[in-house]
């Protein structure tokens, strides 16, 4: 039986006092080049892709690029890409030939980032779990951080609508898991809807991030938080999607479980 949940609370935006960015203002640019870089990875995402391209850019119609990367869906995502790009010229596109997962996705999208002249590199879904009204709000936060992270669970809330309890419950325990084992002080470490600055990326050793799926998350935060980059958490809600299927696979759970004893163990070695 599947319980519904409805956002049980929705508590005071702790960024309320944070600046601009938020709906249709534009975003600053860097000697008219646009200063962020939106990564949305798909797989099979034909019915939201559009749909959620079209909203980011009518929210910020400049100072913001978005860079698909696409792992060959075979439902034609990146067709819908294509037919968008004579519209967008700040819409990029990345074809990847097979699915081969979350965690390399983001890792070619930084590279591309870092090869452009990007500030601030941001993570979301293509399924509208992440609203892209709240991209004003991860910029807002990085005026005093290096990663802004959207977080479903700030202030002992749970704002989620619409997941079932079991999903719920596997996404809190993993926080919890998390927290207990790292001692890293987020309340959701594997939200993926981010917000980096540059240096972060540039800092980090890109090719020994190991996860592959959503522990993926969890690395790239435990490896920012050692190197001393300022992390600070943005409280979003998180909708489940209402079109199109979770990836989510038992390994990617198998996955996380083991990969925060491994990061705890590699840091308290030096070998991180
Ligand atoms: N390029 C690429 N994108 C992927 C892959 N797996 C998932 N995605 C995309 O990553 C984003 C997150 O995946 P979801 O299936 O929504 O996973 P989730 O949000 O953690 O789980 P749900 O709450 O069940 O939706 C979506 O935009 C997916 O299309 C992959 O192997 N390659
Ligand atoms: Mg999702």
């Known amino acids: 039986m599947l319980f519904l949940l409805s956002a049980i609370k929705i508590m005071p935006e702790s960024t309320s006092q944070l600046p601009v960015t938020a709906g249709n203002e534009p975003l600053p ?15 099979n995402e034909s ?9 980011v850019f009518s929210l910020y119609p400049s100072g913001l690029d978005i860079l698909v990367i696409d792992d060959h869906s075979p439902d034609g995502t990146a067709k819908n ?7 967008y010229p700040g819409l990029h596109l990345l074809e990847r030939n097979s699915k081969q997962g979350l965690g390399t996705a983001y890792l070619a999208g930084f590279r591309y980032a870092l090869q452009g002249s990007f500030r601030f590199v941001i993570e979301m879904d293509a399924d509208f779990s992440h609203d892209p009204e709240m991209i004003g709000s991860l910029l807002g936060a990085m005026e005093s951080a290096d990663l802004a992270i959207g977080s479903r669970y700030m202030n002992n809330t749970v ?5 079932p309890l079991g999903r719920l419950m596997l996404s809190k325990l993993a926080s919890l898991y998390t927290r ?44 920012a938080w050692k190197k001393g980059f300022v992390i600070r958490e943005v409280s979003i809600v998180f909708t489940d999607r209402t079109v199109g299927r979770s990836k989510m696979t038992r390994k990617n759970i198998r996955e996380a479980v083991w990969i925060v004893w491994w990061l705890k163990i590699k840091s ?3 070998l991180l």
């Open 159 to 163: 704002n989620v609508v619409n997941w």
């Open 268 to 270: 308290m070695a030096g």
């Open 180 to 223: 207990l084992i790292t001692g890293m002080p987020v309340s959701d470490p594997t939200s993926g809807f981010k917000c980096f600055r540059r240096i972060v990326l540039e800092s980090l050793d890109l090719r020994r991030i190991n996860s592959q799926g959503y522990s993926f998350q969890i690395e790239m935060n435990f490896r």
């Open 29 to 43: 640019q860097a000697n008219g080049t646009p200063s962020v870089l939106v990564i949305i990875p798909t797989y």
């Open 47 to 55: 019915e939201n892709i559009s749909r959620v391209i079209e909203r």
């Open 81 to 87: 890409v294509k037919e968008l790009q004579p519209h």
